[in-house]
């Protein structure tokens, strides 16, 4: 963790009467380029974006724990400066071809779902090369709901 973050996460822990041995389980900014990320962002702090998704692959290979009820995380944009904090509300696994725009239209991301198929299969195309997995229309996807629960102003 920066300095920067730590120091964004203890004024959070603060605020929020949280205990200071309250960790977050990720820091990081949405999607593979900054003008995307950025704008990722600002959906999240104006509060149009309120879910993400991710395949379940990648968490698979890199060790990481599915995110749960309660979980904490910071968002930051680009260049890794703090913006807000998110807290899960629900996680669901879903196989990539059985998606709903009831479901992927909470990411605030696509107005259809074969805008929202472009772009995820595009992103998880990507993110199966450097992560070493293969995309396809059956992979799970792990679809977390959240909150934000703070910010930067």
Known sequence: MTDKVESFWQEFLRATGRSPE?????IFSF?????????LLELVLSG???????SLPAYELDGEPIPKEGDLSIVTDWAGNPRCVIMT????II???DMTFDICSREGEDECLESWQRNHE????HDAKESGYAFSPDMPVVFEDFEMIYKTE
Do not use: H, L, M
Request: proline share 6%; net charge positive; aromatic share 10%.
């Open 22 to 26: 309250t960790q977050p389980i990720g």
């Open 95 to 97: 196989p990539y071809k």
């Open 89 to 92: 509300k629900e996680v669901t």
């Open 122 to 125: 595009r992103f998880f195309t």
């Open 48 to 54: 149009k974006k309120r879910a993400t998704s991710s």
């Open 31 to 39: 999607d593979i380029t900054e003008e995307s990320a950025n704008a």
